[in-house]
């Protein structure tokens, strides 16, 4: 177990970053406002506060974000971590993807003092799991990510405070909870696909595991949920909604009107579901035991989707 001692981030790269008390980490991105987050393999830095102390002993003056390090966390050689290794801060789970880095060109450290620490003491990370991370919180090594999940309802009427109740969204949480998992968030949106799009944006910049729409599926011509959910996935899981419909067709013909789709975004799997809480019930009690399988592949927590 270690603490985290400082947060460091920079508007542009080559430029030396500067502490700040927390910081949104973004799924499968880096931290928000970071000039070295993106689509890639060093998403986060890590250096040890220990190796920082020794540096200083040695006369050097630094201060924190100096090495161009995003965290500076006490209780770790971050260096003796191998490749894979997964720590954990809250919310927050980071995967280790490099030990240390060549330097091309040397810092301003460097050409201060003749040395730098980060090359061979840093390691980087990818963000598995967004959330928000404040200095003095904990930093400990992890395993698996526990089960999430969150139910967006898309609904004017439930919307706009017609409904006192959101029955579809409260099956969707019952069933969730018995299977194990714990809900993120609950959310009531209108029919309008831009705002289906961004809260499922803002879900899976999140990491949440799993995340169940209820409503919008059908002919209407309000109906748009599948169409947001197909704006936001970059992969498409098309037999989870096949194998609901296909279920649904031996209780009624009607079921083949059904649009709902399924995908993948980032580490999260989204999954268009009925609005009525019958069918819910129905649908999501058919595919629930195996999505937690297609969440830990999605995870890197297991390889194959092999039975």
């Not at 040397?106 to 799991?129: K, S």
């Not at 936001?232 to 649904?248: F, H, K, N």
């Amino acid at each position: 177990m270690g603490k985290v001692k400082a947060i460091c981030i920079s508007e542009r790269r080559g430029t030396q970053k500067t502490f700040v008390e927390s910081a949104t980490f973004v799924t499968e991105f880096g931290i928000d406002g970071d000039a070295h987050a993106g689509d890639w393999h060093r998403q986060v830095s890590f250096l040890g506060q220990e190796v920082i102390d020794d540096f200083k002993a040695r006369g050097a003056k630094v201060e924190a974000g100096a090495f161009g390090e995003n965290i500076i966390a006490e209780g770790f050689t971050f260096k003796e971590l191998p490749i894979g290794t997964r720590l954990r801060s809250g919310e927050v789970f980071f995967e280790i993807t490099q030990i240390g880095k060549e330097c091309h060109a040397h810092c301003a450290i460097y050409q201060q003092v003749g040395d730098c620490i980060m090359p061979r003491e840093g390691v980087f990370a990818r963000v598995l799991h967004g959330g928000r991370i404040a200095v003095g919180d904990d930093l400990e090594l992890a395993e698996s990510i526990p089960l999430d999940a969150a139910i967006v309802t898309v609904s004017d009427r439930g919307f706009h405070g017609l409904r006192d109740e959101d029955t579809s969204g409260d099956k969707c949480e019952a069933l969730l909870t018995a299977a194990g998992y714990k809900i993120h968030s609950r959310a009531i949106v209108p029919d309008v696909k831009k705002l289906i799009v961004d809260k499922l944006i803002e879900l899976t910049d999140a990491g949440i595991g799993l995340i169940l729409t209820t409503g919008g599926t059908g002919f209407a011509v309000r109906d748009i949920t599948p169409e947001a959910t197909l704006e936001v996935c970059t992969r498409l899981a098309p037999g989870i909604p096949e194998a609901m419909r296909a279920l649904s067709l031996k209780v009624t013909g009607r079921a083949m009107l059904s649009r709902a789709v399924a995908g993948i975004r980032k580490r999260s799997l989204i999954v268009n579901l009925p609005g009525s809480p019958k069918a819910v019930d129905e649908c999501l009690s058919f595919v629930l035991p195996q999505l937690k399988h297609g969440i830990e592949i999605l995870r890197g927590e297991v390889g194959t989707c092999a039975g």
